[in-house]
């Protein structure tokens, strides 16, 4: 009865998992070995009849099939019969004790008899709960083994193997109200045997970080040209509560991969497996125009590396500090008493040139020229100042000497910032702009004379000083009686 029980649980396997010629040869041997085995009258049936018409690929029926490994089926299910039949085991091997969530795992295990012996070229389905498997069947190898790989999703689940095993309970009921010579074919009962299998497994979460940078001074990611401060809020998961961590990072610059040596840390200690953290990041001056990501790395009281976020493309991690957009602006003035006129004789202009927008700690150069209005024609008159400014904005002075020459002419100064490089910065050269505009008088005024000794003329502002002389000895007089009253 086992050798019956094994035919039929194995070629059911077959037709029920397997396509096409697959399971019609199974079907068409197991069929022959059932009607021999359970046939009340061996005399009437031999199976080597269907088997020899199986070998002629005699096709009665006009099914199309080819049955020439019918017999190739026939003879396998018998010999392993003979080794397999009986109660079959599934025996999985131990977990891996280290799983981490995200860890690609491989389990492995064993199919053979209760009493030990492989089974060797036995497909078994595979099923998973927490894994993602690579394959949902697995095949034994000649020593029964098995392996299964997938990759860890939960930190909790099970990976189950099943076949379909020989059954176990097998009964030949024969026909009571047919004599047995009249119905030869008994019918068979028996149960179905799935055997399956499953082994669980834990993981942990592996310690992990996120970052979100932004501007302390109002939660973006842009910083002001002449730098700030950043908060980078790190995001963590998969620690041990109650451990010291320490979280260091440093900013790159984008476009270049490399660091920028400012950098941030921060020490910790979580009270759960997760949540959140601040890193502090102050950017100096220097930086206007670049893009800077910042990386962190998470280290345990070891100093050993647990996680990291370094991904230089994380829009997140990214902040973009402004760049200088250089401007000027000018106001002339004559040096001798501040207006915009000079005498037709000439005199000396100084120009206060407004800057913003500029690179603190490089140096620049100032140049100017004066032309006339409303024709634009360039005079010589020059005037330069070279300067390394402290912050992006400020004022610098630049001296125009305006010789003799230029009476009667609207003179406007042009003046043209250049870099180290002798590159044009920015420039401010408004033909209209009052501010920049220098009158030169016509004429110098004359100067009035003193009227001569002996003038009649003299005598006038003689006879007032006299006046005015006698009215301050007055009021002298009238302080001094006052005081002398108060102090009685």
């Known amino acids: 009865m086992q050798t019956l029980a094994y035919v039929v649980s194995a070629a059911s396997d077959a037709v029920l998992y397997q396509e096409g010629k697959v399971a019609d040869d199974h079907a068409a041997a197991a069929a022959v070995i059932i009607h021999d085995m359970t046939n009340s009258n061996p005399a009437v049936y031999d199976p080597e009849w269907p088997l020899a018409a199986f070998d002629d690929n005699e096709d009665p029926a006009g099914t199309g099939q080819i049955t020439t490994a019918v017999r190739g089926v026939y003879n396998t299910l018998l010999s392993d019969a003979a080794l397999y039949s009986g109660q079959w085991q599934i025996v999985w091997d131990a977990v891996p004790s280290d799983l981490v969530v995200g860890d690609s795992v491989q389990l492995s295990g064993t199919l053979s008899t209760i009493s030990s012996t492989p089974i060797p070229n036995r497909e078994l389905r595979i099923a998973a709960s927490g894994i993602d498997l690579d394959a ?44 047995s010579g009249d119905r030869p074919q008994n019918m068979i009962l028996i149960d179905d045997s799935p055997l399956e299998s499953a082994i669980p497994f834990e993981a942990e979460v592996a310690p ?11 939660g973006d990611r842009i910083i002001p040209a002449d730098g700030g401060t950043v908060i980078d809020t790190v995001t963590y998961e998969g620690l041990t509560p109650g451990v010291e961590y320490t979280l260091e990072g440093e900013l790159y610059d984008k476009a270049t991969g490399q660091g920028t040596g400012i950098t941030g840390s921060t020490t910790f200690t979580p009270d759960q497996s997760s949540g959140t953290v601040e890193v502090t990041f102050t950017i100096p001056v220097g930086f206007a125009g670049t893009s800077l990501v910042v ?7 070891d100093s050993t590396l647990v996680a990291e976020h370094a991904d230089i493309d994380d829009e997140a991690q990214t902040v973009v500090v402004e760049a200088y957009v250089p401007a000027i602006g000018t106001s002339a003035r004559d040096q001798a008493d501040g207006d915009r006129i000079i005498p037709a004789d000439g005199g000396t202009v100084i120009d206060t040139v407004t800057y913003e927008g500029l690179t603190p700690g490089v140096e620049y ?27 992006s904005s400020g004022t610098v002075e630049v001296k125009f000497r305006v010789p003799s020459g230029h009476a009667g002419k609207t003179l406007v100064v042009f003046e043209y910032l250049y870099d180290a490089d002798g590159n044009l910065v920015t420039e401010h050269a408004d033909i ?36 005015a002389l006698l009215i301050a000895l007055g009021v002298a007089a009238m302080l001094v009686t006052r005081r002398k009253q108060y102090q009685k």
């Not at 992990?208 to 109002?218: F, L, N, P, W």
């Not at 990386?295 to 009281?301: I, T």
């Open 295 to 301: 990386f962190e790395y998470l280290y345990d009281p």
């Open 208 to 218: 992990a970080i996120g970052t979100s940078a932004r501007d302390q001074a109002d």
């Open 432 to 467: 209209n702009d009052e501010a920049q505009t220098i009158t030169v008088l016509s004429v110098t005024p004359e100067r009035p004379s003193l009227p001569t000794t002996g003038s009649s003329d003299a005598y006038v502002p003689i006879a007032l000083t006299g006046a």
């Open 136 to 179: 949902a069947t697995a095949s034994t190898d000649a020593t029964g083994r098995f392996e299964v790989t997938g990759l860890v999703q939960s930190t909790s689940g099970s990976v189950t193997a099943s076949i379909t095993s020989p059954a176990t309970t097998v009964m030949m009921r024969e026909p009571v109200s047919w004599p």
């Open 365 to 391: 150069t100032l140049e100017g020229v004066m032309v006339e209005k409303p024709s634009g024609k360039r005079t010589s008159i020059e005037g330069f100042a070279i300067f390394t400014p402290e912050t």
